[in-house]
């Protein structure tokens, strides 16, 4: 077993506390990984709070993972003592169903083990990033590579390629024009990809406050929401539109922003039920989908991609005992646009 320090929710809504917790010895095919940096994800505020639903208690919350390889198991191939690698939202699945197969892991038909709040295969709780070390598979650890700095790479593991997946999935490249919704730790990181990859790219956010950061990081344009004219200028307008924010929106109003056969995609996950006039997808033979992070395969694709073209997430450095602070400050979307988590002070 190894001992590990962390900040753990102790019951929903609760504020983090410090505390100890133990890691599963190191197995054959087991990586030890000393975090050195973890984002803070608004997922891990949903989860902390239970606005996703139950959850297990005490939490570790945290899937954005960087950090530097301790020990390997003997069986261990990928990774080696002292290599810089990551961790994202998962930490295992069945890897026998044909999602598994295809390198889409986080479809797995069994379900695939979330890197916290959830059990892994010998039904233990899984806990999270927010530590000061971590034991996984190594088939689901990721190689980082030297051109990202370790604190910048963190938040790929999960803003990183949440957008980067549905960006790749629908074809995103020269030619194409794409609107991100939201411009916050999801929304930045979608601007920066979608502008790398070498779309036309929109922002569209609820007010102009981050504008001149949108145009900064790739934006072509940059409009707000709360602009009634914003929809009406921009009608049929996007191939593309991605949703970040994790608030209910009219879908049918931004279906309209979307050229014939365009796709509105959800990547954001608002707590509450939203409602949909059909209507609004025939006119335009349109689309409505979802989006899940991305499969190992493809996430690695994603940190070389990044590594590539000069592509980290923006963000802001905390000490550990600032993190219920930072909590607050993500519900208020009052951060630009990711804290990190230095586990060196937990």
């Known amino acids: 077993m190894t001992t590990a320090a962390a900040y753990a929710v102790p019951a929903p809504r609760a504020p983090l506390e410090r505390t100890t917790i133990e890691r599963r010895a190191v197995g054959e095919h087991d990586v030890l990984v000393d975090i050195a940096y973890a984002g803070i994800c608004h997922s891990d505020i949903h989860q902390a709070t239970e606005g996703w639903g139950r959850a297990i208690f005490p939490m570790v919350p945290g899937h954005e993972i960087a950090g530097v390889v301790r020990e390997v198991g003997p069986g261990v191939t990928r990774h080696a003592v002292g290599d810089r690698v990551g961790v994202g939202c998962m930490v295992d699945s069945c890897r026998e169903c044909e999602n598994c197969a295809r390198g889409q892991e986080q479809y797995c038909l069994a379900g695939m083990v ?156 608002p707590e509450e039920p939203v409602s949909l006039n059909l209507a609004a997808l025939i006119g ?3 689309r409505l989908a979802g989006s899940n992070i991305g499969g190992i395969a493809e996430t690695q694709e994603m940190l070389d991609f990044c590594a590539e073209h000069g592509v980290g997430a923006e963000i802001e450095l905390i000490r550990a005992e600032q993190v219920n602070e930072a909590y607050e400050r993500v519900v208020a979307s009052d951060v630009r646009f990711r804290f990190v988590i230095d586990a060196a002070t937990i």
């Open 284 to 286: 335009g033979r349109t």
């Open 114 to 269: 979330p890197t916290y709040n959830g059990r892994d295969r010998d039904g233990e709780p899984t806990l999270g990033g927010y530590a000061t070390a971590i034991v996984v598979d190594e088939n689901f650890v990721l190689r980082v590579p030297d051109a990202l700095e370790l604190d910048v790479a963190a938040p790929l593991l999960c803003a990183g390629i949440t957008l980067y997946s549905p960006l790749r999935h629908w074809g995103v490249g020269p030619g194409t024009r794409v609107a991100i919704v939201g411009m916050g730790g999801l929304g930045h990181m979608g601007v920066k990809i979608a502008h790398a990859m070498g779309a036309e790219v929109t922002v569209l956010s609820q007010s102009l406050r981050k504008r001149e950061d949108g145009l900064r990081l790739g934006a072509d344009d940059y409009r707000a929401t709360d602009d009634p004219a914003t929809f009406t200028e921009l009608a049929r307008s996007f191939d593309l539109v991605v949703s970040t924010v994790s608030v209910p929106l009219d879908l049918g109003a931004y279906l309209r922003l979307l050229r014939t056969d365009g796709t509105l995609v959800n990547v954001g996950v």
